[in-house]
């Protein structure tokens, strides 16, 4: 069967220090790859999506960029985190086509 | 893609058939209709999608009016743990918005026993 992993679960982060959280998807070959960002109180905002390896389309101007080194494996970056930038992250993937997404834990960024 | 109206929020009693509409009244004839729902602090989860008939799996129904221009996820047997924002999403196949999700505010569901 089909897993996502992300992690941590949880990261409090100074203002100006980098990030990277990274996903990864077990159990299926290509799959698509998606970055959320909810800030608290507020709904999901799709960041970057990705069809294949190396193949990132952003979807909101930002202060992040994702990469997709691997298949299986999505990471998400900043080089100077800012205090806007706190938030809950969540990965998700899904097979080509008209399926549903299945979403990873998320993680729990805090920028102080 | 299509946007989609929920009510901000609904009650149910435990054990009773909870019922959340939505409306998408400028759905196009190749978008699917999907609901997930999300658990306090968790990632969402997938529950159904139909593109026009009537859904049944182990979690829920979906019932698509024949227009397609609104529908509503029935939970046959509220339980505590249904509490959640259901969030009703309109999505394409295919085309430029391929593949891609679009939450919007969703439905607080608070079921009480």
């Known amino acids: 069967s089909q897993t996502i992993h992300q992690w941590p679960a949880t990261l409090v982060q100074p203002v100006g220090s980098p990030l990277s959280l990274e996903c990864t998807v077990e159990g299926t070959s290509n799959p698509n790859l998606y970055w959320y960002r909810q800030a608290a109180g507020r709904g999901l905002q799709l960041l970057f999506y990705?069809?294949?390896?190396?193949?990132i389309s952003s979807e909101v101007p930002q202060n992040l960029s994702a990469s997709r080194p691997q298949d299986r494996q999505f990471i998400l970056s900043s080089k100077k985190l800012l205090l806007s930038d706190s938030g809950f992250y969540l990965c998700a993937w899904s097979p080509s086509g008209v399926y549903g997404y299945t979403f990873g834990s998320g993680t729990r960024l805090t920028v102080v | 893609d299509a946007k989609t109206t929920q009510p901000p929020s609904m009650d149910c009693a435990e054990g009773r058939a909870a019922n959340l509409p939505c409306n998408h009244s400028?759905?196009?004839?190749?978008?699917?209709v999907y609901w997930y729902r999300q658990i306090h602090s968790q990632g969402p989860q997938y529950i159904i999608h139909?593109?026009?008939n009537n859904e049944t799996n182990e979690m829920a129904s979906l019932i698509i009016t024949e227009d397609r221009k609104s529908s509503t996820l029935i939970l046959p047997h509220a339980t505590l743990r249904d509490t959640a924002v259901y969030y009703c999403?309109?999505?394409?196949?295919?085309?430029?918005?391929?593949?891609?999700?679009?939450f919007g505010q969703g439905t607080i569901l608070t079921v009480h026993p």
């Open positions: 400028t759905i196009s004839g190749n978008e699917y």
């Open positions: 990705s069809v294949g390896i190396g193949q």
């Open positions: 139909g593109l026009k």
């Open positions: 999403i309109v999505r394409a196949a295919g085309g430029t918005s391929y593949g891609k999700l679009t």
